[in-house]
């Protein structure tokens, strides 16, 4: 009787991470699917781009759901775009070092841009 040939295949914690980033551009495509485009109808469009203003947003912001919904797109929009980004810089840039830099220079502007625009939102004076 054929006996099943045990393979090991090691995944190094960069394939991980490779695999995680892969569905996480998937899934992010997925949720800005709705949020940006849903973003994009209700403040242009249902509300007429011509009618956009600060108090238009004063007045979405006095409800927890807009809020959330903000900080929301504003967290898949920048990872979804760093992340992308990132696969386009590793496609043309090979030196390693440069590469690294980048990656800090990066991560480093993604978790700024959103904790203190997150900051922002949460903490805008309502009416
Ligand atoms: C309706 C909203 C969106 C959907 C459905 C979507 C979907 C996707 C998907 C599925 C990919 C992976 C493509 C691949 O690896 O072959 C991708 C890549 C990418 N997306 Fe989005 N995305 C959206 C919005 C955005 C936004 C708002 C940004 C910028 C902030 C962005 C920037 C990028 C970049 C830079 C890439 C990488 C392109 C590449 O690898 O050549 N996307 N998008």
Redesign the pocket.
Known sequence: MATAKKVNIRISPKQRFETFAYMF??MS??V??FL??GHVLIQLILNDVHNLTLQFVADQWNSWGWRAYDILLLFF?VT??YN??R??LEDYIHNEWLMNVLYYVLSVFVIATVLWSAFAIATFPTA
């Open positions: 551009m998937r495509g997925l800005l699917l940006a485009v929009a979804h775009g992308g980004l696969n386009i």
